[in-house]
């Protein structure tokens, strides 16, 4: 039995499902697990807070020595800073206009505060909403190392920092994400050497305007253990807190550091060989596909092969017949988007024996 | 220039991104047109209220005529049943453990409460969870019609009824979800031929036990049109309050229904012929697929091709270039897994002027 189903056993009657269940035991590891690669590499960890959204994990996380957090979006942002975190980054294009602008110029006189910028429109906006305070608002120029999504050219960092110099800003480094990095177990160390090629680039781009970055910022849990402090000064994974089905695929955790599961009862059973779940995309978000399937059950062979929004379809393995009512461990396959589905995380360790509560405080929160 | 788009352009620089937006206009058209529809063919309306999960938004549903509300789980209806709505069914085999079986029984005893079954173990954990107020809690038995996912074979529909009313619960009738009507516009009326064959087997099944059912309950948006009040007396459409692209697809709706679309900014536009929108998987779920696409984008051929968290991906079609900063209307494939993303709707109408907050009361109670 495994650390997943031995906490569940202990946790039944005490739960109503579904309920996103965490293992502090097992998340505790992966915090220090990940600290420890980063000292040992001289590397900062700021990690990302989208996975989790959990003031009380962040914390956790800067006490491991993180330092600083990541976030997605100002909203995110927000929430931990008003929760006292000192150092926020986040890791996005911002486009400052509506109220985000006088929203970042605030949130930028309470915390330590970068924000990530791939264009100059960008540039002149965040230094519009910064006024006379721009100094304070750190930017960090966001390159492309080939998940072709957002980021300028790596060569075209310096010309970016420069004009946020120009405006006022104060250019403190550069960033990328190695997304295709996630697209299978060979793609991992190939999108890290592209990661690094394209920082190395960018900082020297940046060196040809005078500029000496203080971060040089790499993602993310599938890559992070090919990033060397060659030209990295910093790592922001996210998902390695609690990791998922699609990290053990691709070689990136163990199925032992999972540290988030959702317990799901089954609801009915009168298709032959198949169960129903009151697990569906409302929890786990369609995270899948009909060959990969939606989430895997702990310590079996079963995948969900469907999901309707409150139901998952569970087709059944030889010898595997949970009746009606039997409370099933839900691996998901990406944890991330299974999160801001609930209001709170049930909290226990392996044992199954405590169980507390932990508001999942930045969710809804997305702009 | 359509509705949707008129509307945003109106709200330009008073809404940050991204945001769920709601034409009040278009969705009372939606609510009147369904409620003429059942009142046309003799049935009562009960709004799924999955979709919307939005106190306001039900009660313009009942001043409208509905004779109740649908709910997905316990959750949803305590939330409605502390805003005041007085009749909810919950069209979902639950299962009375942890919890669950207090809060039903509380439930049942502020709001006439229905619940769905489709075994025996579930009738029993019910009726022990209510204990002597067994009489104030009715029973649906579901039965399938080909959806293969939960509820009982039509016939077997008496047999639970029958053990229900011998537990001292109330045997009021029999749902089904039509839901293979979904596979594509020539699945609709099939699935609705077989929701018919199946609820009259099911009311046959009832009648040998000596059961009148008083709700006959069909489903769904894509399928209500081909409902007619032979045997069903009653359907539960969700999506038709806001529709979607999926239910244009599907021919259960036309573009100018379409009642919510969320606005997404163009936040970076390094590659060539894509831009790249701060809606990715966390607004929009990851509804889709590579072929169909994960959103549009109203009044263009523009798609998603593809969605990160954060970001999401935007090929450009001929003649379409949005500068970095637009604000574009992006109407979702299926538009249940959005809302809950969300604390709170944007809400105007076609014009644009108004401008009001309504929360999305259920989010987050999934269980």
Redesign the interface.
């Known amino acids: 039995m495994n650390r997943i189903q031995s906490a569940l056993e202990a946790l039944l009657?005490?739960?109503?499902?579904?309920?996103p269940i965490v293992l502090t035991d097992v998340m505790q590891e992966n915090i220090d697990r990940m600290q420890a690669f980063a000292v040992d590499q001289n590397l900062d960890v700021r990690p990302h807070v989208?996975t989790h959204k959990c003031v009380e994990i962040g914390r956790r996380q800067v006490k491991a020595g993180a330092v600083g957090i990541t976030a997605?979006?100002?909203g995110e942002a927000e929430v931990f800073a008003a929760a006292g975190f000192a150092d926020i980054f986040i890791a996005?294009?911002?486009?400052a206009?509506?109220?985000?602008g006088p929203?970042i110029r605030k949130l930028a006189g309470t915390t330590r505060l970068r924000v990530g910028v791939?264009?100059l429109?960008?540039i002149d906006?965040l230094a519009d909403a910064m006024g006379e305070d721009a100094g304070r608002l750190e930017v960090v120029v966001?390159v492309?190392c080939g998940a072709?999504?957002?980021?300028?050219?790596a060569d075209a960092a310096g010309e970016l920092a420069a004009a946020a110099r120009n405006r006022g800003l104060v250019p403190a480094g550069v960033f990328t994400y190695p997304?295709h990095g996630s697209a299978g177990p060979d793609a991992r160390q190939r999108a890290a050497l592209d990661q690094e090629t394209a920082l190395t680039t960018a900082v020297r781009s940046l060196a040809a305007v005078g500029i000496t970055p203080e971060v040089v910022s790499a993602g993310s849990t599938p890559t992070v253990e090919f990033s060397t402090s060659g030209v990295i000064t910093e790592i922001r994974p996210g998902e390695y807190v609690f990791n998922d089905l699609n990290n053990t695929r691709l070689g990136a955790c163990t199925e032992d550091q999972i540290a988030l599961f959702v317990a799901g009862?089954?609801?009915?059973?009168?298709?032959s060989d198949?169960v129903?779940l009151?697990v569906g995309?409302?929890?786990l978000?369609?995270?899948g596909s009909p060959e990969r399937g939606f989430g895997g059950i702990a310590g079996t062979t079963a995948t969900l092969s469907k999901l309707?929004?409150?139901?998952g379809?569970l087709p059944l393995p030889e010898g595997f017949r949970p009746?009606?009512?039997t409370?099933l461990p839900v691996v998901p396959n990406h944890v991330?988007?299974v999160v801001?589905?609930?209001?709170e995380y049930i909290v226990t360790d392996s044992t199954g024996t405590t169980l507390e509560r932990w508001p999942v405080d930045a969710?809804?929160?997305?702009?």
């Open positions: 009657g005490r739960i109503d499902t579904p309920a989208k997605g979006n100002v996005y294009p911002i486009w206009a509506g109220t985000k929203r791939d264009n429109a960008a906006a966001e492309d072709r999504r957002s980021g300028a050219p997304g009862t089954v609801v009915s059973d009168w298709v198949q129903i009151d995309t409302k929890v978000g369609r995270e309707n929004e409150y139901h379809f009746s009606v009512g409370v991330c988007p801001v589905n609930f209001e969710r809804g929160f997305l702009n």
